[in-house]
Every structure is written in structure tokens, then in C-alpha cells.
């Protein structure tokens, strides 16, 4: 499975940015989803996540509100749309499978996924 994320760039606090992943593979379309983002020399962390057929979502607190996680499976495609973006905002952002310990719940474990490039999101105040 090979993850593409792209979207990512310089904006100003308060602007917003809309992130994509494109998945190859067959499986995207029964495939959880979620995006996650390591701000710099810290862990991975997840931001929000998103069931296979899109009638589940999950977001982090810090962005809940601000965030909108979506998908289009015939796409191979999931979307992060991100406004009112603060400096604290920056990092690099990922997509990547969503797992976890019970349905709906925050992804879990997922400290030793293998990680695409990413896109890098730079929030200025």
C-alpha cells in the first residue's frame, strides 16, 4: 500500500488548508482511515479518523470544530479540511490506517506504522 498525502503549505493563523491522501491498493475502500501529524521532536499523534464507509468519524479534541475528515472511495482518496489553523498547527501530516481497541474509538498503537513522506502544514502568527 502506497500513501500520497499532498496539500500541505505556509498559511497564516487563521487561514485553512485542505489536505489529501491518495491510497493505492484495493483495499482503501474497506479500509478505516486517519490522519495523523508529528509536530516537530515529538511523536506521531492522531488528528481525526474516519470509518470505511464514512458514517463514522472521530476527531482529537484539539481539533474538533476546526476539522473535517472525509473520503471518496472511488477516489481511493480521504481529505482533511483544516480552518482556523493556529501556529500550533504546524507539523508534517500523514494518513494511515485507523485501529483500535473498540468500534469508533481513537486509533490506537499506531507509534510503529510505516509513515509516507507526509505534507508539511506551516502556520505563522
Known amino acids: 500500500v502506497q500513501r500520497v498525502e499532498s496539500g500541505g503549505g505556509l498559511v497564516q493563523a487563521g487561514g485553512s488548508l485542505r489536505l489529501s491522501c491518495v491510497v493505492s491498493g484495493s483495499t482503501f475502500r474497506t479500509t478505516d482511515i486517519a490522519w495523523y501529524r508529528q509536530a516537530p521532536g515529538k511523536e506521531h499523534e492522531w488528528v481525526a479518523a474516519?470509518?470505511?464507509?464514512?458514517?463514522?468519524?472521530h476527531y482529537a479534541d484539539s481539533v474538533k470544530g476546526r476539522f473535517t475528515i472525509s473520503r471518496d472511495n472511488a477516489k481511493h482518496t480521504a481529505f482533511l479540511q483544516m480552518s482556523s489553523l493556529q501556529p500550533e498547527t504546524t507539523a508534517i501530516y500523514y494518513c494511515?490506517?485507523?485501529?483500535?481497541?473498540?468500534?469508533?474509538?481513537?486509533?490506537?498503537?499506531?507509534?510503529?506504522?510505516?509513515w509516507g513522506q507526509g505534507t508539511q502544514v506551516t502556520v505563522s502568527s
Open positions: 474516519i470509518s470505511w464507509r464514512g458514517e463514522i468519524t
Open positions: 494511515n490506517d485507523w485501529n483500535s481497541d473498540y468500534p469508533g474509538g481513537p486509533p490506537v498503537r499506531f507509534e510503529n506504522y510505516c
